[in-house]
């Protein structure tokens, strides 16, 4: 197959063509958004979790050791990821892994090691990841994930994706801790909310682009929580089923899927479909 590159401009949200941000590629960067996209996703925010406590806890690295391990990881795939021409299942998956881990640990850091109450860390991420998706849209016009073809919109993804980990970690602990549901209750409630995100998206109309980002973020408190649900001690609350057979479980489901996808391409964009949904 054969990936191509092109400088044609494309309609912009208000109709107008819209000047390419550098070659724009034939193929989006990112998977289609399926059942597998979302299970997927899932399953990783939860191995983010228990990798990122296996590592602390038992490797003896520490907070700081696991962060600088953990983000030079993110950077070789992140260049990885970049220079692929189109989307590319194990690259992508493994620099979302990695992405997961990283968010856990930022909001882990501003929280145990500098003391930030999630109050404030909660707010600060949220502002943060409002600027990102204001200035991706003011120079891109569109927040769509069926876009990612251009270095440009591609970076303003990945680093939207990492803010909403880290937004979901801080506001996940945040609503843990205050409510004090223990881990299966706040895995219903974080449920039930991207049940009522969905909901409004098919039966009121919200919007597609925002439904999706709002799912997003909210899918990092419920793997978390069904993450610390299976791994932590039962007198805590969990199954006790320790972090490393939580995370070696997970991450054997992931490779599984991902093989699969590889193999079948079932998430994969076709670009006159990625033309007419930006359209």
């Not at 939860?46 to 520490?62: Q, S």
């Amino acid at each position: 197959m054969t990936y191509e590159t092109s400088d044609t401009s494309v309609p912009t949200a208000s109709g107008s063509p819209a000047a390419s941000r550098g070659h724009r590629l034939r193929w989006n960067k990112v998977p289609e958004v399926t059942v597998y996209f979302w299970v997927i996703k899932v399953l990783c925010t939860t191995v983010g979790e228990t990798a990122a406590d296996l590592l602390n806890d038992k490797a003896g690295l520490g907070l700081t050791g696991v962060s600088v391990l953990m983000s030079a990881l993110l950077a070789v795939v992140l260049v990885v990821q970049f220079r692929t021409t189109a989307y590319r299942a194990g690259v992508y998956w493994l620099a979302v892994a990695l992405i997961s881990v990283v968010g856990t640990l930022i909001s882990d850091n501003l929280t145990d090691n500098m003391g930030v109450p999630l109050e404030t860390s909660t707010t600060v991420f949220a502002i943060v990841l409002a600027v990102v998706f204001a200035v991706w849209y003011r120079r891109e016009r569109t927040l769509s994930i069926h876009s990612i073809d251009t270095p440009s919109r591609e970076s303003f993804y990945w680093l939207a994706v990492l803010f909403t980990f880290a937004l979901g970690t801080a506001a996940g602990d945040l609503v843990s801790e205050r409510m004090d549901l223990g881990y299966w209750l706040s895995a219903v409630l974080f449920a039930l909310a991207i049940a009522a995100v969905a909901i409004a998206h098919f039966a009121l109309g919200l919007d597609a682009v925002w439904s999706f980002w709002i799912a997003y973020i909210l899918t990092r408190p419920l793997g978390a929580s069904v993450g610390d649900y299976l791994s932590q001690p039962t007198g805590d609350g969990g199954l006790g089923l320790g972090t490393v057979v939580t995370s070696a479980l997970f991450l054997a489901v992931i490779l599984g899927l991902v093989v699969y996808l590889s193999v079948t391409r079932k998430d994969v964009i076709e670009p006159e479909r990625a033309a007419r949904q930006e359209a």
